[in-house]
């Protein structure tokens, strides 16, 4: 084998080099074979690439010396290279796009070993994006065996099946092992997310002493990790049939479902995979293609349940083809409604209520909440005959949803909202009354109709006595100014975010935004009243920051307060961060991390909202937070004990703050004119601190004003006018002689680099009027 040159690929040509070189020095594997593998291999991997984006993660130098990640391709890619970008916060990256075999072979001449896809694909980017496949990536902790983590794969590929998803093992490379499910139609990657957590989570209470849904280490090492994290949008996994950059020439490799039963489940490596594919082809048919998948749009003749049942192998009721007679009871005096107790490969209920002459379905896997504060995930399968009512039996294993069926509880319903995307209905049975809605979690217009998943909440009819009267004028809980680079990962960490804070509640119909002091805001955020089109009839009250993002994604203070001023583009955003109640009931003594869990399942709600986001976590130890947040530009990082209570208008040692540079909110007390271009209006503002007595002066502020900033400050401060200097402190002659002296009213934010000896800042610059605060706040 030569060490490079020029070789065909289907039409492309591609220049290679090092071919001797040893990628895997324990197995001696060289560049060569990883070129072949991937020429060999493209057949079967390629459905599984085709329309995503790939990043790489390479090993130049082989295995043994450090990789590095890349995204963005690189000058000198070849033109024939399909490509997509995608904006992200402080940057557009343009990743290839792998679709064809000489593709694989140019990632293999760059020692690209391990590639890296999204579950969502390219062609529904301009739309959502969609995925069309849900991933679990399972960990197992240090003293897991494969096995075991083969059991918990094992475990997922029943619950899925309950629900009609098929679901493919794939032996990752690494330690563990991925499990595949198809979603069609796609969905967005939000609720792929909510799906998989919402599963990971309930495997995990099932089994706590061998399966963890949580990401901290200290937690995993007896169990398996479910990893719901890798479907969303910004994440990727290891794509089936690609190398791994270990030790050995390990492959995320497809399994049969009996293999995983086997005692010595074990890694392959690429001559095996080479092999495998030789033989059986892919073992993956179906995850991206023609496969069983979640039930299509309800139809009026049934034909999607009378698809999935075999008649005389199944006691369930038939259907008669489309316009045949269908025997169906009498008229009934009302809508009825069933749940069934459904004991098929897991346990899961059926939930179902009339309309329009069938039983509009739902896959329940908890049953319906019994809790205002509960939601509950709930999957829309095919409509049912009007018998299925009654039904009670053994569905005969190897059928669809084969298993024992009872009915759980039945009754009569009262339709108060039957939409698309919102169904309110008053419940009247034996074991359950009340209140539900069901609130689709998916997308609007075209695709409304055929995104599958929802979530169902009760809903408190009554008054809120539950709710303290705390929260009926609630403050936000602060953080203590404290060094968070030492702590661990009992801590979570989220984004210091530069704006205003505020409270949202949204109670009986109306909402109110509330600053940090009490202060009203509600008005002055019209662009916010759509959260309450997005929350519904849920009752809730919500911690989060309202921020202006600038070109650059960033937040900026700057902006947000002199936003009606200024013609700079912005983007208006709340960041919701915290759940303080929920359905008239108060969630304070309730630890961090289950209310976080909460706010999760609420993230649905604000998909289509243009102004409404709930943040992820930054990821730790305290230290990794910090380099993410200065990588990110964010004013800081805030760190809060997972097991912490909400402890209102107090500034707690469990929730510790770390900022990237230094701030300080002052209090206005005159101006000086400007020279130049500022001699008609303000060239510095002259501040300072509340004190018992009156206000010790603490500088000057010339910089970091807009023009329409200083227009706007110089028309709020002239009606302020007095004659005396409010300051404590005797400022120097040439200073006070030509001051302007004001009522210290107005409340601002300056931005500085230390404090000179004299007690004074040192570099100021301005960021805007705090009009979420007082100055007796500070």
């Keep these: 084998m030569s060490s490079g040159g020029v070789i065909d690929v289907d039409g492309r040509s591609i220049s290679v080099t090092n071919l001797d070189k040893v990628l895997y020095p324990a197995t001696g594997t060289r560049k060569f074979e990883v070129i072949d593998y991937y020429t060999r291999i493209a057949d079967v991997m390629l459905p599984h690439l085709r329309d995503r984006i790939v990043t790489r993660k390479r090993w130049p130098s082989g295995v043994e010396a450090a990789p590095f990640f890349e995204k963005s391709l690189p000058a000198g890619s070849p033109d024939w290279l399909d490509r997509h970008t995608v904006g992200h916060s402080k940057r557009a990256i343009v990743y290839p796009v792998v679709n064809n075999r000489a593709d694989l072979v140019w990632l293999g001449q760059m020692a690209a070993l391990e590639l890296h896809v999204p579950q969502w694909q390219v062609s529904s980017a301009a739309a959502g994006p969609f995925a069309n496949r849900l991933i679990f990536d399972l960990d197992p902790g240090p003293r897991v065996p494969l ?24 032996t990752s490379g690494g330690k563990g092992i991925h499990v595949y499910a198809r979603v069609d139609p796609p969905v967005a990657p939000d609720t792929a997310r909510s799906i998989a957590r919402e599963l990971a989570d309930g495997l995990a209470a099932a089994q706590p002493d061998s399966i963890t849904a ?55 490596r690429f001559e095996e995979v080479l092999d495998r594919s030789a033989s059986g082809g892919d073992l993956l048919i179906g995850l991206d293609g023609s496969a069983p998948h979640l039930p299509a749009s309800p139809v009026v003749d049934l034909g999607d349940y009378r698809r999935k049942r075999t008649p005389g192998k199944t006691p369930e009721p038939a259907v008669a083809p489309p316009g045949a007679a ?38 329940v896997p908890k049953n319906l909440p019994d809790d205002p504060t509960q939601n509950r995930l709930a999957i829309q399968t095919e409509d049912h005959p009007m018998e299925y009512a009654q039904f009670t039996g053994d569905i005969p294993k190897g059928e669809y949803g084969g298993g024992h069926v009872e009915i759980w509880d039945t009754g009569t319903f009262t339709v108060e909202k039957w939409r698309d995307n919102e169904i309110i209905v008053v419940l009247r049975g034996t074991k359950v009354q009340g209140r539900y809605a069901l609130i689709k979690t998916g997308t609007s217009g075209a695709r409304a109709g055929r995104d599958k998943n929802w979530l169902v909440h009760l809903m408190a009819d009554e008054p809120r006595p539950l709710l303290p009267d705390s929260l009926r004028d609630p403050r936000p809980m602060l953080a203590t100014d404290e060094s968070i680079e030492k702590l661990d990962d009992r801590w979570a960490f989220e984004g210091k975010w530069d704006g205003y804070r505020l409270i949202t509640s949204y109670t009986g119909g109306q909402l109110r935004l509330t600053s940090r002091s009490g202060i009203d805001m509600t008005a002055d955020f019209p662009e916010l009243a759509g959260v309450a089109d997005d929350l519904g009839l849920l009752d809730v009250v919500l911690d989060g920051e309202v921020v202006a993002l600038d070109s650059t994604g960033r937040t900026n203070f700057t902006l947000l307060s002199s936003r009606r001023n200024s013609a700079e583009p912005y983007r208006l955003k709340l960041f919701l961060f915290d759940i303080l109640a929920l359905g008239g009931r108060s969630l304070l003594s309730t630890p961090w991390e289950s209310r976080r869990a909460l706010l999760d399942e609420l993230a649905p709600l604000f998909r289509q909202s243009r102004h409404v986001e709930i943040p992820p976590l930054l990821p ?46 002052v209090v206005v007390g005159g101006w000086r004119p400007g020279r130049g271009s500022r001699s008609a209006t303000i060239g510095s503002l002259l501040v300072g601190l509340p004190e018992q007595t009156g206000l010790r002066y603490v500088g000057r502020v010339g910089t970091g004003f807009t023009e329409a900033a200083l227009k706007s400050l110089a028309a709020e401060l002239k009606p302020l006018t007095i004659s ?39 570099h100021p610059s301005w960021r805007g009027i705090r009009r979420d605060k007082l100055p007796g706040d500070l």
């Design 326 to 363: 269908a025997g169906r009871p009498a008229p009934r005096d009302g809508p009825i409604f069933v749940i069934q107790e459904h004991h098929a490969r897991r346990l899961h209920y059926d939930f179902r209520l009339e309309h329009n002459g069938v039983l509009v379905s739902w896959a």
């Design 147 to 170: 096995t075991q983590c083969a059991q918990v794969a094992l475990l997922i590929r029943d619950v899925l099946a309950d629900v009609g998803l098929a679901s493919w093992p794939v």
């Design 214 to 268: 949580r990401m901290t280490k200290t937690v995993r090492e007896a169990r398996v990790f479910v990893d719901w994290s890798q479907n969303s949008g910004s994440k990727t996994t290891l794509a089936p049939y690609s190398l791994r950059g270990r030790e050995q020439p390990w492959v995320a490799a497809p399994r049969t479902w009996d293999e995983l039963t086997e005692p010595r489940l074990a890694q392959l």
């Design 724 to 762: 005396r200097s409010p300051f404590l402190d005797v400022l120097d002659a040439p200073v006070a002689s030509s001051a302007t002296w004001v009522l210290p009213k107005i409340v601002g934010e300056v931005q500085f680099l230390d404090w000179t000896s004299t007690g004074h800042l040192r």
């Design 620 to 665: 730790g130890p305290g230290a990794a937070a910090v380099a993410v947040s200065r990588d990110r530009g964010y004013e800081g990082v805030v760190a809060k004990r997972r097991n912490s209570a909400y402890q209102q208008g107090r500034r707690a040692q469990t929730w510790l703050k770390h900022k990237n540079w230094s701030d300080i909110e």
